[in-house]
Every structure is written in C-alpha cells, then in structure tokens.
C-alpha cells in the first residue's frame, strides 16, 4: 500500500470515528432527553389517571352506591388512554394492546416491545386491593431516533466521501516531494548524476531534500574524482607503454643487429652507443617510477636542512650545466636528499628547454617563517594553456624535443611530488620564448 493511501485510511478512519461517535452520543443524548421527559409526562398522567379514579371510587362509597368491579370497570373506561385493573389477581379489564400477564408493582415501569411497537407500562396500587397499569405509547419517539440515525449515517456517507476526496487532493500534495525525490534517485542510480530534488516546501521535507542534494553533490564530485583517477591512470598506463617502447625497441633492434650481422668495429661501437644510451634511459625511466611511488603516502622525518651545503652537490650533479647558485645560505626543515632530488630535476629541465651554454639560476629567499626556492632558466617557455598539465606523469609540452634529450615527463611530476611531502607545491611562471621560473615555498628551519 503506498504512503498517500496509507495516509488516507488513516484520516478517514480517524474522521469517521470522531464523526461517528460525537453525531452517535449527540443523538442518544437528545433522545434519552426526549425519553426522560415524556417518561416524566406519561407517569403524571398515570397519578393523574389513579388519582381522579381513586376519588371517583371514595365518592361512590361515601354516597352508599355501588363500588363493584362493573361500577369500577365502567369508571375507568369512562376515561381515555390504554389501561388494565386487576382486583387481587383477577383482571377486570385490559385495553392496553400489549400483553401483560400480572399487575406490574406498585410505582415501576416497564417498556414492552410487540412488533415494530414500543410501550411504556407504569402500575400502581389502588384502594380495596386494586391495581392499575397505564399504557403509553413510544413508537413515534423511537422511529423519530431511529429516522435520524439513519439521516445522520448518510450525511456521514457524504461527509466521508467528501472527506476522502479533498484527502485524496491533500495526500497527492504532501506525497508530491516524496515522489520527487524517488523519481530523481532513481535518475541518480541510473547515472544522471546532475539530477537534484530542489525543493522548497518549507517544512522537514526540504530540509530532507537539502541534505538529499548535499549528498548527490558529494557522490557527483566522487564519482567525478574516480573518473578522473581512472583516466588518469589510463593516460599513465599508456604514456608509460609508449614510454618503454621506444627505447626497448631499439634495444632489440641494435642487439639484433649485433646477433646475426657482421658489422665493421664503427657499426659495433654505434650499436652498443645506441643500446647504452636507451639503456640508461630505462634505467632514469625506472628510478623515477620508484621515487614517484616511494612517496606514495609515507610521512617524512622533517629536520633542518641547510641549503648551502646542497649547492655544491647540486653543481656536481648537472656537471654539463652551467649553474648559478646563490651566495648566501638558508637553513629550511626538510629531507636532504629529496631536496636535492627536487632541484637536480629542476635544473635538469631549465637546461634541456634552455639553448646550450645558457645559464640556469637558482635563488634563495627569507621570507621569515618560510624560504622561497626558485630556478629560472631563460629558454623556450611553457604555453600558458599546458601550465596546469606540465605536472602529471609522462605529460610533455614537446614530444619529440623532450625524447631526443632523454626525457621521459616523470620529472616535474616527482618535483610535485617532493614538494607535497614538504607541505608545498609547485608554482610555475612562464613565457612562451623569455623562460620558465618554477617556485616552492619550504617551512624555514633552525631558530625562528
């Protein structure tokens, strides 16, 4: 059964109850009114009735005339109204029209049903061992109950009728935001994630659907975010086959070469170059996988770092760079080695985009609570529309000048990396043909 009916079974019965039984006492109430005060005229009348035919009967014996059951018998049916009179046990005369086997004790009453009649018998005690019973019919007070009952259970038929069909209107109203946000969670379930209730009801229902939206926007952003985890690592996936296949490629050719022809000591010495040369790349390629993975979701141990002491390995590191390091020395809280994993990989990619013998710089700033890394470099640039995607693995601005200096795109995306475990990131600024500066603000160490 659905709610609005449920909903509608319930008021009905309610209203029928409290209709039913308000309208059921209302009209036993006035009928036991009616009741009690024709009771209270038909038992004057009856005294009345006793009280003359006692007088009559005390006068006849005063004068000395007769007071025998006919005398008696012609009194009372001298007078009008349904009565009976016993003398002792024996009944001298009955026009009550129901039946009534004994005088009834003195001063009670009795109500008899006979058919579709209904009488009211009052008995009292007469002198010289008489007894009277009176006889007063009810019939029309009853039919006139009984007449608006009747009336009043039609009025209820109409009123319930009439009931249920502006509940019917209200239900389908109040049910309305429920059917809402059935029908949107089942479009949700069906992949309309954009799907929302919005509804403004001012009561607990929107209140219901505020929270049922917050909720859809919650799965929408998640599933949003899975499907970008999993293009992502499709694109990884594919970048990193791509990847492996160039140099493999060349590997198994260049080794072939070696296996089955004979080749002149040149051609040898350029086989084993070329097998070296993609080689080591594999090799680069590898590490930084590691590296990258290394700092899945480990926490590092943080201590002071003294940036002095890394420019001399950074320069020994880029040997082919030509490298300017800063003067002074700042003192930051960090991992050694990653630090100088981040700016070897920096260095590294100002030197491939810049033109050969073009220097790279490298700064130093105290900012006071923190310490500003920068490495400039003044060559080709980044476009302004690649700035957001430069970080991800495998991703290259240029393909094919990136491979042909041994690139591999894992670079910046490790930088991004080390930068995080630090409780920074990467910021990037640059030009299309005047450079690229690649920021990364660190926590300063020592005493503050």
């Known amino acids: 059964m659905r709610y609005a009916q449920k909903l509608i079974c319930l008021l009905l019965l309610v209203l029928s109850a409290s209709f039913g039984v308000g309208g059921c006492y209302l009209l036993y109430s006035d009928f036991g009114v009616q009741l009690t005060r024709t009771g209270e005229a038909n038992a004057a009348a009856h005294a009345q009735t006793c009280t003359l035919l006692q007088t009559e009967i005390i006068d006849l014996q005063r004068r000395g005339d007769d007071t025998g059951d006919d005398t008696v018998v012609s009194l009372l ?25 004994a005088p009834l004790e003195n001063g009670t009453m009795r109500t008899v ?50 009931g249920a069909a502006v509940m019917a209107v209200l239900a389908r109203q109040v049910t ?84 089955n022809l004979q080749t002149d000591p040149d051609e040898q010495r350029e086989a084993a170059s070329a097998i070296y040369h993609e080689g080591r790349r594999l090799e680069s390629l590898s590490q930084k996988l590691l590296a990258l993975l290394a700092l899945g979701g480990e926490e590092l141990e943080l201590t002071d770092v003294d940036l002095g002491t890394l420019w001399p390995q950074l320069r020994a590191a880029c040997p082919a760079v030509p490298l300017q390091t800063p003067a002074e020395s700042c003192v930051v809280h960090g991992d050694a080695d990653l630090l100088l994993d981040l700016l070897c ?36 640039g980044i476009p302004r529309a690649e700035l957001d995607r430069v970080t991800e693995p495998f991703y290259m601005v240029d393909k094919s000048r990136a491979r042909k200096q041994g690139g591999s795109g894992l ?21 299309p043909g005047q450079g690229t500066t690649v920021q990364v603000i660190l926590q300063k160490g020592g005493a503050l």
Not at 81 to 100: E, I, K, M
Not at 138 to 160: I, K, M, N, P, Q
Not at 213 to 228: F, R, Y
């Open 77 to 101: 049916q001298a007078r009008e109204g349904a009565t009976a009179l016993w003398r002792g046990d024996t009944l001298l005369c009955d026009t009550l029209g129901v039946p009534c086997a």
């Open 113 to 162: 049903r006979s058919g579709d009649t209904v009488t009211a018998l009052y008995g009292s005690d007469l002198q010289g061992n008489l007894h009277l019973v009176s006889a007063f019919d009810l019939t029309g007070l009853y039919r006139d109950r009984d007449a608006s009952l009747r009336r009043f259970l039609g009025l209820e038929v109409v009123v319930l009728a009439a």
């Open 176 to 259: 309305r935001p429920l059917r809402v946000l059935t029908a949107t969670s089942a479009e949700i379930a069906e992949g309309e994630y954009s799907r929302r209730t919005a509804l403004h009801t001012g009561d607990e229902i929107e209140q219901v659907s505020r929270s049922f939206d917050k909720m859809a926007d919650a799965v929408q952003e998640k599933i949003a975010d899975l499907e970008a985890d999993v293009q992502k690592r499709e694109d990884f996936m594919g970048a990193f086959t791509h990847e492996l296949k160039t140099p493999m490629t060349s590997i198994i050719g260049y080794a072939d070469v070696l296996r």
């Open 345 to 380: 990989n920096l260095v590294q990619n100002a030197a491939k985009a810049s033109a050969p013998d073009e220097p790279v710089t490298v700064r130093c700033r105290d900012n006071g609570a923190t310490v500003t890394v920068e490495v400039e470099d003044h060559g080709c």
């Open 411 to 431: 670079g910046l995306a490790l930088c991004k990396r080390i930068a995080a475990a630090h409780g920074s990131d990467l910021t990037i600024v640059s030009e």
